[in-house]
Every structure is written in C-alpha cells, then in structure tokens.
C-alpha cells in the first residue's frame, strides 16, 4: 500500500492559479498510475487528471483541460497538479490517488483505485 499526502489548497480568485502536491510513501512510488479527483458539495467525485507511471502519458477532463496540468517526480515519490485560469465551479476537495495495477486506460474510474489521499481544498471565489 501507499500513502499519500495532499497539500497546496486554499483560497484563490477567479482567474489565479494553485499548484497541488501529492506526497507519497510506502510501496514503490514508480510503479503505478496516479490521478487527481475532485469533489463538490453534494456532488459525486469525478476524475481531473491522470498520468502514467512514466509520466509520457497524461489525460484530462474536459473541463480542465488547458487549464490544469498534472506531472510526477519518480525521484522524489511526487505528483503535482498545476491548476490555472481557475473558476468558481473549480472549487471543491481535491484527492490524490494511486493504483499499482490499474490500466491507464482505465484511469478516470475513481471506485478502481487502491489507495487515497485525504483531500485538500480548493476554493475560488468569483
């Protein structure tokens, strides 16, 4: 198993930008996919970014692409997501997560993944 540790969230406005971090321990940080979800008030999680274990792959909502921009530090057990042009209907908790065995392919499904950070939150105000 692995653990993961969020951290950056807080208070930006409409137009900023944030730069989330996920830190991570344990099992060998290399060998999984990482993603990044989100989720609102009464709202169901959902997927905002996912990148391969070597980093060459990376996918994206939607709603964020060219926008948010997810990478990861295989040296140092690290996974950011570098959020810009931020909007009200951005703000939400934000969770790292982590799978060893999963699929890329398969990387917005959140119910699939092993191991979660606790959240952070991300609010942007209009």
Not at 54 to 60: D, L, S
Not at 83 to 95: G, H, I, Q
Not at 109 to 115: E, F, K, P, R, T
């Amino acid at each position: 198993q692995v653990q993961l540790v969020e951290s950056g969230g807080g208070l930006v406005q409409a137009g900023g930008s944030l730069s989330l971090t996920c830190a991570t321990s344990g099992r060998s940080f290399s060998g999984g996919i990482m993603a990044w979800f989100r989720q609102a008030p009464g709202k169901e999680r959902e997927f905002v970014a996912g990148i391969s274990r070597t980093g060459k792959n990376t996918n994206y909502a939607d709603s964020v692409k060219g926008r948010f921009f997810i990478s990861r530090d295989n040296t140092n057990s690290a996974v950011y997501l570098q959020m810009n042009s931020l909007k009200p209907e951005d703000t939400a908790v934000y969770y790292c997560a982590a799978d060893a065995s999963l699929s890329f392919t398969r990387a917005t499904v959140a119910g699939l993944y092993d191991d979660w950070g606790q959240g952070t939150q991300v609010t942007v105000s209009s």
